[in-house]
C-alpha cells in the first residue's frame, strides 16, 4: 500500500482569527491513541474551544473534539481529554514565556494530516477588543467593495 503524501485538512479554526491577533505560527505533533487517529481519519474534530496550556515543561492540547470511534470498543477515548503536544524545549520556553505576559494566549489553528502523520497548527495570539473586531470587518468589507468597484470599471 503506498504511504499517504501531502497535507489532509481534518478541522480548521476559522473564529481564532477573529477572536485573536495571530503573531507565532507553529506545528506540533499530537500524541493520540489508536482510536483518535481513526476518529480523525474519518475527518472528525473541532477545534472552537481548544487552548494549550504549558505546564512543567510540556505543552498540552486542552478542549479539542475528537468523538468516539464509531467502530471502537472498551478501548475508545475520551473525546475532551488532554493531549501532549510535541515540540521542541526552545520552543515550549518561548510560548511559556510569551503567555505569561497580559493578553496572550494559544490557540489551535488547524489540525491535519502531513505525511500520515497528525499535526496540529498552533499561534501565539494576543486577544482582540470587540472594536478591533469591529475595525477587521470594516476593513474586509471595505476591500471587498473596492474590488468588486474595479471588476465593474473593467467590464465597462
Known amino acids: 500500500m503506498p504511504k499517504e503524501t501531502g497535507r489532509k485538512l481534518?478541522?480548521?479554526?476559522?473564529k481564532a482569527r477573529h477572536d485573536y491577533v495571530i503573531e507565532d505560527v507553529l506545528e506540533a505533533g499530537l500524541v493520540l491513541s489508536g482510536t483518535e487517529v481513526?476518529?480523525?481519519r474519518?475527518?472528525?474534530?473541532?477545534?472552537?474551544?481548544?487552548?494549550?496550556?504549558?505546564?512543567?515543561?510540556?505543552?498540552?492540547?486542552?478542549?479539542v473534539y475528537i468523538p468516539e470511534y464509531s467502530e471502537g470498543t472498551?478501548?475508545?477515548?475520551?473525546p475532551r481529554r488532554k493531549?501532549?503536544?510535541?515540540l521542541h524545549?526552545?520552543?515550549i520556553d518561548r510560548l511559556e514565556a510569551r503567555t505569561r505576559e497580559k493578553g496572550h494566549t494559544i490557540v489551535p489553528l488547524a489540525l491535519y494530516f502531513l505525511d500520515g502523520r497528525a499535526k496540529v497548527e498552533i499561534a501565539l495570539a494576543r486577544g482582540k477588543k470587540e472594536y478591533d473586531k469591529r475595525q477587521t470587518l470594516r476593513e474586509r468589507q471595505?476591500?471587498?467593495e473596492a474590488r468588486r468597484a474595479m471588476r465593474q470599471?473593467?467590464?465597462a
Open 10 to 14: 481534518v478541522a480548521s479554526n476559522r
Open 38 to 40: 481513526k476518529a480523525l
Open 42 to 63: 474519518q475527518g472528525r474534530a473541532s477545534l472552537v474551544d481548544g487552548f494549550v496550556l504549558v505546564d512543567h515543561g510540556e505543552a498540552w492540547l486542552e478542549h
Open 74 to 78: 472498551w478501548t475508545n477515548h475520551a
Open 83 to 86: 493531549r501532549k503536544l510535541l
Open 89 to 91: 524545549r526552545d520552543e
Open 142 to 144: 471595505d476591500d471587498l
Open 153 to 155: 470599471r473593467e467590464i
